[in-house]
């Protein structure tokens, strides 16, 4: 057994250290040892913040990222060739919605014809790399492969929102 203020060693009999004069365990004096509050250590505080901040950093980025006009016209194609209409109308500008047709609505029509020529047809489709002919304004080509090697080429303008592209013209 050892002395609970200095450590020096004591037979189990002891009531008393003689090093220090502290009662002991067989004098009646039973030392209750008082657990310290759990604190984190200055490494843990730092990795902490370290991973805190990195979080802040990827949000951040993630919000401000910018997609690529080919990226939006790859979805946007693929949505249309899906038939979901109302997925590639979020693709749409609103200048582009208002100069569609009344009535009845190019996106199914255009869907349809889509749709027509990558499952009926056969056709495989690759999308180009854009050009910028102005500043907020881009252009993406759609090239369809048929299976007997006949090419056709779908122009597709894009118009720069806030920080998205969106669909703002399709040549047929």
Known sequence: MKCVKCGAELR???KVCIVCGTRTAADGHFHVEKKEPWKPTRNMIYAASGVGLLLII?????IFRTIPPDVVTKEWFSAMAQRSCQKASSYHTDDYNSRMEPGISDTFAMSDSIFDKIHNDGAKYTVGEPTYPSPGRASVTVTLKYPDDHIY???IELAKS???WLIDGVSR
């Open 58 to 62: 990827m949000l951040v980025c993630h």
């Open 153 to 155: 080429e779908i122009p």
């Open 162 to 164: 806030g920080r998205r």
């Open 12 to 14: 189990s009999e002891q």
